[in-house]
């Protein structure tokens, strides 16, 4: 059941070198955040396994969630003319960066 999360993370990257997908321009900010957004819980939900917390549904519903917030933070700051997509490169930045110290600290141990 460990090598699932692998598997998965593998058959993305086949598909994506395989499939050429062009995102316009003017998606390319939301795009980028909401994959931060989605390797933020695929790393948290890494840490949740390591600490005997994993839930899926709580996974699955991080992923689209986060994703989702980020698009949104983005595209409202847009409209406001402020940037608020640098407060979701901050949050889900550090979230990562904290929760890759974990998963570390686990890997040394």
């Known amino acids: 059941m460990r090598a699932l999360p692998?598997?998965?993370?593998?058959?993305?990257?086949?598909?994506g070198?395989?499939?050429s997908i062009e995102v316009p321009?003017?998606?390319?900010?939301y795009t980028a955040l909401?994959?931060?957004?989605?390797?933020?819980?695929?790393v948290g939900g890494w840490r949740a396994d390591l600490d005997g917390?994993?839930?899926?549904?709580v996974f699955i519903s991080g992923f689209?969630?986060?994703?989702?917030?980020a698009g949104f933070l983005t595209f409202f700051g847009d409209?406001?003319?402020?940037?608020l997509s640098i407060a979701a490169i901050v949050v889900f930045?550090?979230?990562?960066?904290?929760?890759?110290?974990?998963?570390?600290?686990?890997i040394i141990r």
């Open 25 to 29: 321009q003017e998606w390319a900010r």
């Open 17 to 19: 070198l395989v499939f």
């Open 93 to 106: 930045g550090t979230r990562l960066f904290n929760n890759l110290a974990v998963i570390r600290r686990h």
């Open 64 to 69: 689209f969630v986060n994703m989702l917030l």
């Open 34 to 42: 909401a994959m931060l957004a989605a390797f933020d819980t695929v």
């Open 79 to 83: 409209r406001l003319g402020v940037d």
């Open 53 to 57: 917390q994993f839930e899926s549904s």
């Open 6 to 15: 692998l598997l998965g993370l593998l058959a993305g990257v086949a598909i």
